[in-house]
């Protein structure tokens, strides 16, 4: 009787989604070294003589085959964390439910083209230097010998800087940036996007009021408005004013355009009235370019997405408005 319980502890079953044309899931094992996997995460698993990348869609209790029949997870890729949460895993397998789709092509539209790889990983966070109080004393002593140490803090000096802004400084910054560091002279922190908007609204025409108070009246509840204007009749501006307290509140935005070609003009005009740089998501971009961007909006420090269609499901945790422009 211990021996007949002691089989019925059967291990979980990980329903996986891998990338074929075909509309079914695969039953797998976890790891010999892992109980179970999380939902949403990434596998790497054998198929015939191949190794594919999967997403793991659910965990069962059981299989429809023998358990000895399964074959193990060769590895799991996002250990401890979920790349696709519980609300994109339900709205991708309403699309493949709907659509009559294979799972496994419908969650790849999911993810960016560099985590359907299995060597893809997720990119770490960008950081921003500030100098501490430690380092404006040093700023106060002669530079001494370490000439290129005190060029950085200089630099450093008016205000925060991007990785990317210390970069320009030619190929030694981050040998010299650690030092400082280890020094207590600079702090790392997470880059913060947001800035002064650089224009102010323009006054509304009585539509435009009209149009915003009415979507706004509707609150937090889910609605959906059409707004009709021809060219030039300021409907740009009606999202502008609608996304400023989204934004402000802390909320993300997705802003979706027919084309690649009108997100340069969007993208500066939204910067100047806004206060941040939108994130950009196209099939133009580069892989690491995308991933980034994707990383970004999936871990909530993108506030503002602006993208074409390959943008739809990119995971935004805190999303309070959706723009779609052009909507015809």
């Not at 709205?91 to 359907?116: I, N």
């Not at 609150?219 to 204007?229: P, T, V």
């Amino acid at each position: 009787m211990s021996s007949h319980h002691s089989q019925s502890a059967a291990p979980p079953i990980l329903k996986v989604a891998l990338p074929l044309p075909l509309r079914e899931l695969f039953d797998y094992l976890p790891p010999a070294n892992q109980e179970t996997v999380e939902v949403g995460a990434r596998v790497l698993v054998p198929f015939g003589t191949r190794q594919l990348v999967g997403i793991v869609v659910s965990v069962q209790a059981e299989s429809n085959l023998p358990t000895e029949k399964l074959l193990r997870v060769t590895q799991v890729l996002d250990q401890g964390q979920a790349l696709l949460g519980k609300n994109l895993l339900s709205l991708m397998q309403w699309c493949w439910q709907y659509y009559k789709h294979a799972p496994g092509d419908v969650l790849q539209a999911a993810l960016p083209p560099a985590l359907r790889k299995a060597k893809g990983r997720l990119p770490p966070p960008p950081l921003q230097y500030r100098l501490t109080d430690d380092g404006q004393a040093r700023l106060a002593l002669p530079a001494g010998r370490a000439l290129a140490q005190y060029a950085l803090l200089e630099k450093l000096a008016s205000g925060a800087k991007a990785e990317s802004e210390l970069k320009q400084g030619g190929d030694r910054w981050r040998g010299l940036l650690e030092r400082v560091v280890n020094q207590g002279w600079v702090q790392a922190e997470h880059l913060q996007e947001f800035a002064a908007p650089t224009e102010s609204s323009p006054e509304l025409t009585a539509e435009q009021q009209q149009a915003i108070s009415a979507i706004q009246a509707a609150g937090q509840a889910y609605s959906c408005h059409l707004l009709d204007g021809v060219t030039g009749s300021g409907k740009t501006e009606v999202y502008l004013q609608l996304l400023e307290p989204v934004l402000q509140s802390g909320q993300q935005a997705l802003v979706l355009v027919p084309e690649i070609g009108l997100t340069p003009q969007l993208i500066r005009r939204f910067q100047r009235r806004l206060g941040l740089p939108p994130t950009v998501i196209h099939s133009a971009l580069s892989e690491g370019e995308r991933l980034n961007a994707w990383e970004a909006a999936r871990s909530g420090r993108a506030h503002l997405l602006i993208g074409t269609r390959s943008a739809l499901f990119t995971p935004m945790p805190s999303l309070g408005m959706i723009v779609l422009d052009e909507e015809h």
